[in-house]
Structure formats: C-alpha cells, structure tokens
C-alpha cells in the first residue's frame, strides 16, 4: 500500500496529484508498511475454576469457585485484549495523520482489532455448548454497553455537525433553516449522526465511511485542524484498551445468562462492600472484626486497591497480601 509523503493518503501508480491533499506526486512516492502481523491464535481450554485458599495476616482469606473463574478470563482477556489494543495503535499511527483518515481509517482500525477479542469470546461460548449467540449478536450487544472509543469518535463527528451547520447558516444567511446537504430526503445532521452509530460501526467494511468523508467535505480546511486537534491519542488508545478488555464482562454476562454461576458484582453488593469500608475508620468500630470484615470485603470485591491499601496500613505489608494482589492481577 503506496500513500501521499504529505497527508498519507492512499496513492496509485500513475497518480500526478494527492486526491485530498493536492501534493504534487514526483517519482517515486513512499510505501508504507501497513501489513502488521496478526494477533497469533492461540487455544484457550475451558476454563474451571478451583477453591484457593491465602493467609491473610494470621486467618484465611478463601476464593470461591465462581470467583476464580472470573478472575481467569479477567486476565486472559486482558492479555489479548492488550495485543490487540497495541496492534490498534500502531495502525492508527501509520494511518491517521489528519482530520479526514481519522474519520475515514479509525473505524476500521477499531473493529479490525476488536475482531479476534470477540471472536475468543464466541469460541469460548461454543467450548461451553452455548450456541445460540453468534458473532453478530455479541459483537452488536458488547458495543452497546461498552463504547468509550466510539464515544471519542463520536464527539468528533458531533462536532462536525455544528460545524457544518454553522458554515452552511452562514452561506444561507439565515438561521432557521438548514438545507439539506445529504441526499435520501435527510438533514446533514440526522443523516450524518445516524450514519455514523448504524452504518459506519456496524458496516464499515461495506465502504459506508465514504459518506462521512463526503460530509467532512463541507467543513473548511482550517476547520478540519481544530477538529482533529481536539482529538487525544493517549486518552483515545486507553478507551480503546478499555473496550478490548471489557469483552470479558460482556462474555462472562453471557455465560450467567445461560445457566452458568460465575461470580459477578451486583450494584448492591457494590453498595455494601462500600458502606461496610465507610464504617471500618469509624473508631467506634470493633477492632477484633477489623480482619474478618477485610476478608468479607474482599469476597465482595478483591479489585478494590483501596482493600489492600487500608490493610497494609493497619497491619504492614507482607509477602501474603502481595501474592493476593498479584492473583487478582495488581502488580507493585
């Protein structure tokens, strides 16, 4: 794959000019390595959880079953969901190099990357004779309840609605209207919000993101730069690791759906982990069931690091509270 030395556009062989840039092609003109290696395959077993037992300064901290499980595709899915996180950026950093290939590349970047996450997802469903869910329906069910990047995307084409409205109020020297400048009988901004969330998420790789392309034509140049310079990569490529990841909340979800018992926290067990913590400063609480109350903690949610915190401050750090971090995945 060949693109523009300026904006990094795809070019082809006989092309004189940029078709968005303008830049003048002269001789030979840059390839660009675009072919990253895929994320390798690998073959999960299903996976079984076991009781694990810790000391915990002198009593006994029990992880249950179900827990266990959960906490191994945590971190599977973790290590995965990383490759393929890493994978995103490195294309998104050969490929976006302004306001038009963010618009045009990220959303490919994103579901090309997301794919093998959701796909280990599915394997490990059918592993466990659950064969009722298809790719489809996981991958459109994840991206519903989990969408940071796309949030991030999102704001931008948002953006570049108020944008575009404000030029074409403007050109129009009226406010009360704004012509329509999609066709299909829909307003640019009805046309291009419900484009982006059904079309170009759910169908880019039927070349639906040209639509937004053509939309982006509409807003000036300078305008374009502003857009794009609002843009965050490192908080961008963190909610994209966020997303990754978090297919193994929408998988676990699923296996308690149909039938399975996998721990999971509840908004109310939430809510009590946190105010039994509240209460455990108070001086008035029962420092003889400081311990017991830490463990109870911890069955309720061992991914709390302000657990840990509060017992290292009370009763100092040891090797026992560490290999509990490190088995829930927290490293010093």
Known sequence: MKHCTNCGNQIYQGMKFCTRCGNAIVGDFEEVDTQIPPIEEEFWEPVRGEVKKFSFYGKVFEVSENLDIFNSYRLKFRELAQKC??????????????????????????????TPVI?????MLISEEIWTITFESFFEQHITDFHL??????????????????????????????PNMVGGGFG???????MVKAEIFNAVRDGLENKALEAAANIRPEQQAELYGRIKPEILFSHILA???????????????????????????????????????????????????LITLLELNPYNLE?????????GQSEEITKIKEFFGYVD
């Open 85 to 114: 996180a890493n994978r995103a950026e490195t294309e998104y950093k050969i490929l976006v190099k302004d306001y038009r290939s963010f618009i045009e590349f990220f959303p490919e970047i994103y579901n090309g990357n997301l």
């Open 243 to 293: 997303d990754y990841w978090n297919v193994y909340l929408s998988l676990v979800w699923t296996l308690n759906q149909n039938g399975h018992n996998i721990w999971w926290q509840t908004e109310d067990t939430d809510q009590k982990a946190k105010n039994i913590f509240k209460n455990l400063s108070n001086p008035n609480f029962p420092q003889d069931k400081v311990l017991d109350t």
């Open 119 to 123: 796909q280990k997802a599915v394997d």
């Open 188 to 194: 640019f901004k009805n046309a291009l919000k419900g």
């Open 307 to 315: 657990y840990y915190k509060f017992a290292t401050s009370r009763f």
């Open 149 to 178: 990047a796309r949030d991030d995307y999102d704001v931008i084409i948002e953006s570049t609605n108020l944008t575009a409205q404000a030029n074409q109020q403007a050109i129009a020297g009226i406010t009360s209207f704004v």
